[in-house]
Nanobody, 126 residues
Framework: QVQLVESGGGLVQAGGSLRLSCAAS????????MGWFRRAPGKEREFVTA????????YYADSVKGRFTISRDNAKNTLYLQMNSLKPEDTAVYYC???????????????????WGQGTQVTVSS
């Protein structure tokens, strides 16, 4: 299992930006497809974006496409989520997740990911 720790959450005004980080330890980071999920108050957890362990292929939920960018630095064992043009509806706890040698490259679900971080709160004020 890989251990994941998110950071970078906070309070930001609508239209602003935040960058989340997820530090991984315990296993070979480059063997994992990495993803971000979020859970808004009163709602179910939803997929945000993922970056594959092969070729760094990225995939985004329609709700964040063009505003969020996922990236990874395998040398630093770190995953990033750059969030721009934030909206109040982006308010949620954001979770980092890992899928070992994932065979899926689109349409990810939470059940694809076996390791999860504790989450970091992102609040966007209007």
């Amino acid at each position: 299992q890989v251990q994941l720790v998110e950071s970078g959450g906070g309070l930001v005004q609508a239209g602003g930006s935040l960058r989340l980080s997820c530090a991984a330890s315990g296993r070979t980071f480059s063997d994992y497809t990495m993803g971000w999920f979020r859970r808004a108050p009163g709602k179910e957890r939803e997929f945000v974006t993922a970056i594959s362990w092969i070729a760094g292929t990225t995939y985004y939920a329609d709700s964040v496409k063009g505003r969020f960018t996922i990236s990874r630095d395998n040398a630093k064992n770190t995953l990033y989520l750059q969030m721009n043009s934030l909206k109040p509806e982006d308010t949620a706890v954001y979770y980092c997740a890992a899928c070992l040698r994932c065979r899926r490259f689109v349409d990810y679900t939470a059940t694809d990911f076996g390791s999860w971080g504790q989450g970091t709160q992102v609040t966007v004020s209007s």
